[in-house]
Structures are given as structure tokens and as C-alpha cells.
């Protein structure tokens, strides 16, 4: 069973143009989170998706960013107009559908997108 | 909101035994995870604490207390390999299926 993978692993993109993030959750994983974590700085989250809805987005940014989970294909975090600021990497997760609680609650990474703006 | 602290580094020997202290202050409480994330890698799931007390595994284990908002990762029969950031993350009841996370702490095993 493959784990979390995100790609590319590492992007750079000048300031104004657009980035655009993939994720494909482990098999038997239909819950998708992305965090952001920038130098000397904790992961933080953005948002929460189940296939093809948003069921948290408190953590995203009001402008320029958004994602999307299809019924088929990857995840997709994507930031329009890129800035300096945006500079980060971006970690995923997925957590599983079906089993124990304990267990449904845990997330798993993948190795993350590290995106540079210049 | 919820704020996490946690030492930002450690060091300790080949073959120690270290503590990570990590406490926190949360509305709800619905979790506290650790993870291990070597530079440049995935963050990798270490242990999850919902109630008090120890959880065992293997040479990790780690610890809960939620009345005084504390927890620890106990390392023992440290190695070279060891050497990583490790992550403290709470989920308060009020904030859905987000982990909130420390700023970890980087530890470093000497020979």
C-alpha cells in the first residue's frame, strides 16, 4: 500500500503566476488534509476535504487559494497570483474510511511540496 | 485557540533514554498525536493519546495527562537514527478533524 504522494516535491514559481499542488491519499482514504509549514514555524492547517466536497476550510486563506477533491483523481491545492509569502511547504494527509475510531482519526503525510517563490 | 509548547531542541547519547515535554491549552480536547519528521521528509505518526496515562510501543512511548494539559514522548536505547524534529499535535473538540501543532523539537544523538 503506497503511502500519501504528493507531487512535484519541490516547485518554483515566480511572484504572479499560479501553483498548483497534487495529492493522492493512500488507498482506503477518501479524507484529505493540507497543512502549510513555513520555516521554524509549526505545521498549520488549511483544509479538510472528503471526495469531491470542503468540509473545513477555516485554515485557507480567503484569496488566491482553494482546492478541490474530485470524485476521480488527485487532490488539488491551488494558489493563484503566487507571492513571496507563499513560500512554504505544503504537506497533505490522509486519513482512513473505515475501521476503529482510534484509528480513523489518525493522519498520515505525505513528503510534502516545497514551493518557492521568486 | 490552542497554544502547544514544546523544547525547540534536545540533545542526548546513543543508547539514553530522553523525555519531550509538550503542553498545551485547548478548548476541548479530542487527541494528542506525536510525530517523528526527519529533514525534508514526511512527518511519520509516532503515538495517539485520548486518555490518561502510558501508551507503549516498542522503544516509544508516550504519555497523557489531560487535567494538567501535558504529555511526553519517552525515546529509549536512543540511536543515530533518532535524530529528527518530533511533533506535538492537539485536536480540540472544537476544531473539527484540524491537528494543531508545536513547533516541534529538533533532537540531535550524539556517539
Known amino acids: 500500500n503506497a503511502g500519501v504522494m504528493q507531487n512535484p516535491r519541490h516547485l518554483v514559481r515566480r511572484r504572479g503566476q499560479e501553483a498548483r499542488l497534487r495529492c493522492s491519499p493512500m488507498k482506503g482514504h477518501s479524507h484529505v488534509y493540507w497543512y502549510r509549514q513555513l520555516p521554524e514555524e509549526g505545521l498549520k492547517f488549511m483544509v479538510y476535504?472528503?471526495?469531491?466536497?470542503?468540509?473545513?476550510e477555516s485554515g485557507m486563506p480567503k484569496e488566491r487559494f482553494s482546492a478541490e477533491f474530485p470524485k476521480e483523481g488527485p487532490s488539488i491545492l491551488r494558489i493563484q497570483q503566487v507571492v513571496r509569502g507563499d513560500s512554504a511547504a505544503y504537506f497533505c494527509?490522509?486519513?482512513?474510511?473505515?475501521?476503529?475510531?482510534?484509528?480513523?482519526?489518525?493522519?498520515?503525510f505525505g513528503a510534502g511540496t516545497r514551493l518557492s517563490v521568486l | 485557540g490552542q497554544n502547544i509548547d514544546q523544547p525547540t531542541e534536545m540533545t542526548a547519547t546513543e543508547g539514553a533514554i530522553v523525555q519531550i515535554n509538550c503542553t498545551y491549552q485547548?478548548?476541548?480536547?479530542?487527541?494528542l498525536f506525536w510525530y517523528q519528521q526527519h529533514a525534508g521528509e514526511a512527518p511519520t505518526f509516532l503515538s495517539y493519546?485520548?486518555?490518561?496515562g502510558l501508551e507503549e510501543k516498542g522503544r516509544f512511548s508516550s504519555f497523557l495527562s489531560r487535567s494538567k494539559g501535558y504529555s511526553y514522548l519517552l525515546l529509549k536505547e536512543l540511536q543515530m537514527k533518532d535524530s529528527a524534529s518530533y511533533l506535538c499535535a492537539v485536536r480540540g473538540r472544537n476544531s473539527g478533524y484540524a491537528l494543531n501543532f508545536g513547533k516541534g523539537t529538533s533532537l540531535l544523538v550524539t556517539p
Open positions: 476535504l472528503q471526495k469531491e466536497n470542503i468540509i473545513d
Open positions: 485547548t478548548s476541548g480536547f479530542n487527541g
Open positions: 493519546n485520548v486518555l490518561d
Open positions: 494527509a490522509s486519513s482512513p474510511d473505515r475501521g476503529p475510531t482510534q484509528a480513523k482519526n489518525i493522519q498520515y
